[in-house]
């Protein structure tokens, strides 16, 4: 019985049923050779075969689906690793520094990054000769401190503005960011102190300006150069639980800095955590502080 298409001649070499000019294929009675070849001597071509009608076609059948091949699964597998192992390699060749032939490798910072200031070319900046320091105006909203005395300092400069007009001991709460030279008890014994000497005076903030009882979280207390100055961060975040207070906690920051005179510059920060999305101003304000 032959199949759809099939010639019922006998075997042997017959004319390219494609048409190519003196070209033969074998055909050994079922189906066509893949290789032609052409009509040349010992080759004995015979009439072309008769091809018989195609039977009418049948219901399609489905086409079985391919097995997977347990050794192709692992060597797409294999090769999937290979990539993503090259992928990796070349990565670090190109990552990697130029020079000599050992690995290089970077020193990690000593403490948290003070975020480089953000303040537009021109921004105001309030100049504090006293203290020998100038800082950033904070802009709309901030108005220059004019409450009174610190007692951490001999003179008082800066900007601040309210966040509860009257509290239950009968004051008003803020935000500040104030300035001034060291008061002189707390005996700063030069650069070399200034980490022992600003632990004290954070000390005596705690204790001069916030409800009681409460908690506190060191953030930073880490030596910085301001403007090519030794100086040191003491970065702290304050909790309580008392009523009466809108504020239930306060992050503020202490900048001693030593510049050059008899007495160092203070720094003071401090944000409610009523206001907290202005926590950010403490690096930008830190960031852009000048020595005179």
Do not use: K
């Not at 005996?187 to 409460?214: E, H, I, K, M």
């Amino acid at each position: 019985m032959t199949g759809a298409g099939q010639s019922s001649a006998p075997a042997g070499w017959y004319p390219d049923p494609d048409g190519t000019p003196g070209m033969v294929r074998w055909w050994n009675g079922i189906s066509w050779s893949d290789v032609t070849t052409p009509a040349g001597p010992g080759v004995a071509v015979q009439a072309a075969p008769v091809h018989l009608p195609a039977p009418p076609a049948g219901p399609p059948q489905p086409t079985p689906a391919p097995r997977s091949s347990g050794r192709r699964t692992a060597w797409a597998v294999g090769l999937s690793v290979l990539g993503l192992v090259l992928v990796v390699v070349i990565g670090l060749l190109v990552g990697r520094p130029s020079g000599g032939g050992e690995d290089q490798e970077v020193a990690a910072p000593e403490g948290p990054a003070i975020t480089a200031p953000t303040f537009p070319p021109g921004t105001v900046r309030i100049v504090d000769e006293a203290a020998g320091i100038a800082y950033p105006f904070l802009g709309d909203g901030w108005y220059e401190y004019d409450l009174g005395v610190v007692l951490e300092t001999t003179a008082v400069a800066g900007q601040f503005f309210t966040t509860q007009d009257l509290t239950p001991d009968g004051g008003t709460f803020i935000a500040q960011c104030t300035s001034g030279p060291l008061a002189p008890e707390f005996a700063y014994p030069g650069p070399s102190g200034l980490q022992s000497t600003l632990g004290a005076v954070a000390d005596s903030v705690r204790a001069n300006y916030y409800p009681s009882p409460n908690e506190r979280q060191v953030l930073r207390d880490e030596g910085l150069t301001v403007d090519g100055t030794p100086a040191h961060l003491f970065e702290f975040q304050l909790s309580w639980d008392v009523e009466g207070y809108d504020a239930t906690g306060e992050r503020a920051a202490l900048l001693l800095v030593d510049v050059g005179r008899s007495a160092p510059a203070l720094l003071y920060l401090s944000i409610p955590n009523t206001h907290a999305e202005l926590y950010g101003v403490i690096d930008r304000v830190i960031g852009a502080v000048e020595v005179l």
